[in-house]
């Protein structure tokens, strides 16, 4: 549920009214190609960006080997969050975009982010002419060291209790209680939202400081008003608009054999994966639908086969993960494959300033009790005529911009990216939400 809000306060951001809740959609509409209408006179405001101990961001990329008990994540992590360079993926991709394509890491939004603000066109060095404030803590690095062994509340929370321990001496933190404060975090919400020390993951979330702070997340909760979900990264980092302009024009004629795909593995521990189901399904129709069993296959970075699959299908399932979202949604989308959807809250409920306002414009929506009770996903799709799959992949290929990662450090010349779009609706919200007594 939303956190009550303190009514003794000199500064109020509301909680979304109705009112309040068209402004997602008013982002949405804007439009796509110009950044620089929106940015260039920074007409919601300037940020600043705090100067944070080098122990919450730069360290810990710095000892890359110890983020992970089971190996290194220096290789994920490098060339500024993007990763490896896909090179791999040669003859996959147009040739001169190769260069364009990275293994990048689902969890390397905190460095990506970082980078791109330092560049941003209305960053201040003067906080006094600051309407927010940015904190550049790598909290889900921090925080996924200690997710997998058996380590204590204390050790799971340090960073994070240093970082509040840290920001609450600023002065500019103590003049609006963090209301004006946001912060990019790499993980999911639910890996920051521990309620008991046996419990998994951090409490960060939970900790009274960071009831006032907005969060972007790759996965939010929809109930917390504080939180913002932004795209998972992909690995296409274009570097001009002619890149984007490229890319979307390879997607849009590429030949497409298969109806529909899913890429995915089930998880043992987990009673009834809906994924299992999906796998079975699509094997039972592999005249229709094309698998890569990620129990099988190799599915992580370093390999061509979930591109490869995605540009050649039609539509492509994408039920959740081991939590409601899934990485693999944009990189369906990114390939020009229409996103089929089983939950609401796997996309719906969580990207509304990245994704077209109506979802039925650029996705399929078959309920999984539906699935599960015999409707048949292969008599869903063929309904669909050939007009209607291009109008469908005409408004995903529309949207690639808004949810991919920009390679230059201040974007890309006129057109807005995953960053670009974050950046306006922060601003844009605590702009609306202002009210002074």
């Given at each position: 549920?939303?956190?009550?809000l ?5 500064l ?20 796509i190609e110009?950044?620089?209408?929106l940015t260039?006179?920074c007409k919601?405001g ?5 100067d944070?101990?080098?122990?919450l961001?730069?360290?810990?990329v710095?000892?890359?080997?110890d983020l992970n ?8 992590l ?5 990763g ?5 993926l ?9 260069q364009?394509?990275?293994w990048?890491?689902?969890?390397a ?12 066109q ?14 550049p ?8 060291k200690?997710?997998?062994s ?14 509040l ?12 209680n ?15 939202r521990r309620s008991?020390?046996e419990d998994?993951g951090?409490s ?20 917390d008003?504080?939180?913002v979900?932004?795209p ?6 274009p ?8 890319w ?11 109806l ?7 998880r ?5 994966d809906?994924?299992?189901?999906l796998?079975?399904?699509?094997y ?16 992580s970075n ?8 995605f540009l050649e299908?039609d539509?492509?399932l994408?039920?959740r ?12 989308m990114?390939?020009g494959?229409?996103?089929?959807f ?9 990207y ?5 306002v109506?979802?039925e ?5 078959i309920d999984r009790r539906?699935?599960?009770?015999g ?7 063929e309904?669909?005529s050939?007009e ?11 949207f ?7 390679e ?12 670009d779009?974050a ?11 202002l009210?002074w007594?």
């Amino acid at each position: 549920m939303v956190r009550s809000l303190p009514v003794s306060f000199h500064l109020h951001r509301h909680p979304p009214t109705s009112n309040a809740l068209d402004m997602n959609n008013l982002v949405v509409e804007e439009n796509i190609e110009s950044t620089s209408t929106l940015t260039s006179d920074c007409k919601y405001g300037k940020f600043y960006v705090y100067d944070l101990p080098p122990m919450l961001n730069k360290d810990l990329v710095d000892n890359c080997q110890d983020l992970n008990p089971w190996g290194s994540r220096c290789d994920a992590l490098s060339n500024d969050g993007f990763g490896r360079r896909a090179t791999e993926l040669s003859g996959v991709v147009p040739g001169n975009l190769l260069q364009t394509w990275y293994w990048t890491d689902q969890f390397a939004s905190e460095i990506i982010f970082h980078n791109r603000i330092k560049g941003h066109q209305c960053r201040t060095q003067d906080p006094e002419s600051a309407q927010a404030f940015y904190i550049p803590f790598y909290a889900g690095l921090a925080v996924g060291k200690f997710l997998w062994s058996n380590f204590s509340a204390h050790e799971r929370d340090f960073h994070c209790e240093t970082m509040l321990k840290w920001v609450q001496n600023q002065k500019y933190w103590n003049r609006s209680n963090g209301w004006d404060h946001f912060i990019m975090l790499g993980r999911i919400s639910w890996d920051f939202r521990r309620s008991k020390d046996e419990d998994w993951g951090s409490s960060f979330l939970y900790m009274p400081t960071m009831k006032n702070v907005t969060r972007l997340l790759i996965e939010r909760n929809p109930w917390d008003y504080f939180d913002v979900g932004v795209p998972y990264p992909t690995g296409f980092h274009p570097r001009t608009d002619s890149d984007v302009k490229e890319w979307q024009n390879f997607v849009r004629t590429h030949k497409r054999n298969s109806l529909f795909s899913f890429a995915g593995g089930t998880r043992g521990t987990i009673k009834n994966d809906f994924r299992g189901f999906l796998l079975k399904h699509c094997y039972n129709e592999s005249d229709s639908c094309r698998v890569v069993d990620c129990s099988k296959t190799r599915c992580s970075n370093g390999s061509s086969t979930i591109l490869e699959t995605f540009l050649e299908s039609d539509f492509c399932l994408q039920p959740r993960g081991d939590s409601f979202t899934r990485r693999s949604i944009f990189d369906c989308m990114l390939a020009g494959s229409i996103p089929v959807f089983f939950w609401k809250r796997t996309a719906y409920y969580q990207y509304e300033w990245f994704l077209p306002v109506e979802p039925e414009t650029y996705s399929v929506f078959i309920d999984r009790r539906d699935v599960k009770n015999g409707t048949s996903i292969r008599g869903v799709l063929e309904k669909f005529s050939k007009e209607d799959i291009r109008r469908m992949r005409d408004k995903v290929i529309e949207f690639i911009p808004r949810f991919i990662y920009a390679e230059p450090m201040d974007g890309l010349e006129n057109t807005k990216d995953a960053f670009d779009v974050a950046i306006d609706g922060v601003l844009r919200k605590f702009k609306e939400g202002l009210r002074w007594k």
